[in-house]
């Protein structure tokens, strides 16, 4: 057996592994955050026909690794891959902070909507309602409020 089928082997393997991971996991997971089992079935149950198919289940799985292959080679490389993870979280940051910005839901964000929440912010930071943050002020851990206030 060659270098590159054991590559390949070894790659489809860890991806199969990863994906069934992800198939099964608690609502835990890259698309699944949050994602109740039953929703994650629904997904990969393209035809709703109420049960998965092979086809199903890799195509599901094969949506994420071929768009790993930017240079359309055929070919997923390590670099490629690791871009594709870094372009998937970056992409799921960007969505939380649109939805946690976003008031009136549109799913864009305007100057109006991120100085609305920057007073927010600023409001429960300004305790004592004087218009400044003082240290004292300050949350212990974070600015999101958890574990913050004293």
Request: glycine residues 10%; aromatic residues 6%; neutral net charge.
């Amino acid at each position: 057996m060659n270098t590159s089928t054991r590559i390949a082997i070894a790659f489809l393997a860890l991806a199969g592994t990863a994906g069934t991971s992800a198939f099964a996991a608690n609502g835990q997971g890259p698309r699944g955050q949050n994602m109740k089992p039953e929703m994650r079935f629904e997904r990969a149950d393209a035809d709703k026909s109420g049960d998965v198919t092979f086809e199903e289940f890799a195509a599901a799985m094969n949506n994420r690794l071929l768009d790993a292959d930017e240079n359309t080679d055929g070919k997923i490389t390590v670099a490629e891959v690791a871009d594709q993870i870094q372009r998937m979280r970056a992409e799921r940051m960007a969505a939380r902070l649109i939805k946690r910005f976003d008031a009136n839901g549109d799913g864009e964000l305007t100057k109006a909507e991120i100085e609305g929440r920057q007073k927010k912010l600023f409001a429960l930071l300004d305790r004592n309602d004087d218009g400044k943050i003082v240290k004292d002020e300050m949350p212990v851990r974070g600015w999101h409020g958890r574990d913050g206030k004293r």
